[in-house]
């Protein structure tokens, strides 16, 4: 088992991080009852793991008794019927799924399975009808129609089932689901807290952490746990024990979009942009992200450049980072920033060296 | 009673099938600009060629006593055949015959065919029906040729030539679905067209052909004529039929033509076009020999339907044979059924130019308007393919300088950093209307390809071009799956998307590398696309990894942050020391992406072609 999963928090008590918040969490359950919920922060700030360690606390140890389930619906819109498959967890209390995998239909998902749930309300032991708590994950990737959809069935259902939400950013949650939700921001962990967590980590491993080792795994994870837990582990396969200077590995798709970066710098034409090309293409098949690929990129460029085209740069990576969301091809506009940012840099060595 | 609507029935559907022959091979027709004339004569064969007609599929008839039908099931030939006297009859009580069928030619002389063409086929067939069987190994010609070439008539021609009886599969009308519940209330069976045709193939390949009226002394010689294939639907029908047609390649006795149509590139976008292909290439190598027909010039056209009007006794200027001639783009038999057209009614014609009191041959404007107006009734739609309309918006070829023609009231008043010399092809969208492209795949070609045009100092180019691309995607994707209803709407931001592209590619280019060979490539973004779903896929399988299944992760980080990590270990663990981080498996490369809709073999196209245009 990897660390990460191993010394995940499984209760609200264990927490390390962010205790403040648990604390919150535990108190708003113990009413037996709880608003909608609507977890955002950066990735690896420990969202999931809050949530995990919410439901054990309402539902006790039934909430980790989940099975996998590969569910078909059949959706009747309108004129024809469609079949839709997705993959959701769930225990006896709670449902767990992603609607954003169903792509443009995923408003459909999400009208159909929280009927579904409010149809069959579990009953707890006092014979009270009980609720059922619904976790939809990157709700921030849903359509605007699904959200719209999600606002309507959320007041119609809210009786029978409570939604716990989980995104990265809020910002593209409507406003109408936010206000309904209880908004609970997750902090990415500051750095001390790391090495907080690293420490903990090494010991219950019975490590021995030369000073300032942990500082340093912290400091390249860009203060996300997920990834400063993973690299610790990784420097443990690779060499133990620790020396204070041991180099920590790189994320493989950082390294390349390094390479690409230094490609660009190296030469702007047609040409070059046609080879960097063909490297996006790499990312993309490995299913990085397209907006973390240009976030990358452009602070790997930010590093090398000078101070006047920084703001011109910066503009143009968020003017092009806003179409890829609206666009359907992530390539086209990866690209178009490549080309402009050459274009740019091409006047500016001219300009300067000419 | 129940006979007689059976009939009608029949007749219905046949004639829409003749009408169809018209359609799916539109090709090209006139258009109105001066360069079109070039364009013509470009596309059309160099060669003369002789009189031809149409190569009818159920015409077995009067005409030609040496037809002779055989091949189908005993249930259809009852049908057949009092539908051909039902035909004949309404044929004379309705209209004058077509003229396409009443100038059928008769002799080698007639044909409008190139006599080069006509020659190779005939000496083919003499070979084989002088000598004694068995001595050849490959009895099977495969003609291919657009359609109205011919084919079907030089067979038909030659076999008379011969004294040979051409015994003729004709493909059965497709059943439609009265008549199949007809059937099956009466009790009758069906049977797949398909099958017919391979039960048809495999008697005459086993038992050649037996002489309907056996008391017949002097045998003549037989000539095996296989118009038209059967329709095949799938690749399971479409392999059935290959490896009959095979069979019959590599043992039958008689001399077998095999017609095969080809349709024109752009509408090849399915796939039947592509598999009659493939057919035509296994049966070649499988011993056939193979003759391709030309479309027919406009001379033989024009001579063939001179005599028609001599014989018809209608007198029709040479101008407007010319015209018809032209808008035919070598289709012989379209082009007799526009005389017919235009005889019976010449005024409703060309009225409308010949009351242009501008008129003149004098100038080719004029005559340009006069086709313009003609190519209504006569022409055919001029079809271009996507790779020749590609290759123009990538070489963006323009004037070399402004035309002084340019009154100041058309002109915008741009600055000079945004003027372009006016372009050397018709309007964008015209072109992209032509070529039938579809905004995205055209989107993608020109993605995929236009980096090479831009010369390498002209980064500014790349951007401007790069930016429209992004601009022509947003207009694609917006409303994704929303508007999918209202397809007006959508058609309307398609276009606008595929006009931006291309006008962006044209606009943005002002600085092209000097024109060289090029090959098109087929966009990689497709197959990125593909193995990027594959990835996806086995990431969200793997996606409950985390967490101890206890609960899902985001596909992101999985990807960021789990996957490397993973792999890493792996390759520790399995002592690679392989520093190179980057060892993407990347496993569905090898897959084939030609089922995309635009396919492989047109990058193998490219070169010259590319160049010329």
Redesign the interface.
Known sequence: ??W??KY?PKTLDQVIVHQETAENLKKLVTEQDCPHLLFYGP??SGK?TL??ALLRQIFGTSA?K?K?ENRTWKIDAGSRTIDLEL?T?SSTNHV???PS?A???DRYIVQEIIKEMAKNRPIDTKGKKGYKVL?L??VDKL?R?AQHSLRRTMEKYSASCRLILCCNSSSKVTEAIRSRCLNVRINAPKEEQIVKVLEFIGKKEGLQLPPGFAARVADKSNR?L??AI??F??CR??QYPFSSNQAI?????E??VSEICSDIMRE????R??QV??KL??L??????PE?ILKKLLSELLKKLDEELKHEVCHWAAY?EH?MR????A???L??FV??F??IY??FLIATFG | MRKIRDTNLMILSSDDEDDCDYKPNSHRSYTKKPKSRSFITRTNPRQPKKPRVSGSRSRFSRDSPNLFEVGFPEEDFEELFSWSKVSADSGRSNVKELWVDKHKPHSLEELAVHKKKVEEVKSWFEERLKTTKGNLINNVVVINGKAGVGKSTTIQVIASHFGARLCEWNTPTPTIWQEHVHNTNTGIQYTSKLDEFVNFIEKIRKYGLIPSSSSEDAKPSIILLIDDLPMTNGRVAFERLQSCLLHLVRSTQLPTAILVSDYDEADSADHTARRLEQLQLSLENAGACKVSFNPITNNSIKKTLSRICRQEQCSVTDEQLDLIAKGSGGDIRHAITSLQLFCVKPDLVLNGSYSTPSYSYGKEDDIDALVSGISLLFGRDETLSLFHALGKFLHNKRETEVANAITPGDAFLVQENFSRLPLKMDAPEKVLCQAHGQARPVTDFLHENVLDFISDEAMDDAWHVSSYFSDSDLLLSSFRGMLARYNEAENVLQSAAASVAVRGVLFGNSHPSPPRWHAIRKPKLWQVEKSMLHNQKEIVRQRFIAYNGSSSCNVSDVATGYMPLLKWLEHRASGFEDNQALVYCNKTDGESCDRMGLDDKESDISDDEIEEW
């Open positions: 088992m990897l990460v999963d995940r990735s690896g999931k949530i995990m980790e989940v996998v993959t967890l767990e799924l992603s995998d792509g443009f239909q976790v994950n990157e359509s129609e996300s997920r990834r993973l690299s582990e990784t396969v690779q590995p790189p994320m493989d798709w390294e390349y702007q034409s047609p040409k942009l046609f090309r063909g293409y790499e993309l098949i490995n299913c990085i992200p973390i092009y179409r609206m666009g359907q091809k390539i086209f506009h690209e178009a080309a402009k050459m274009s091409k006047a």
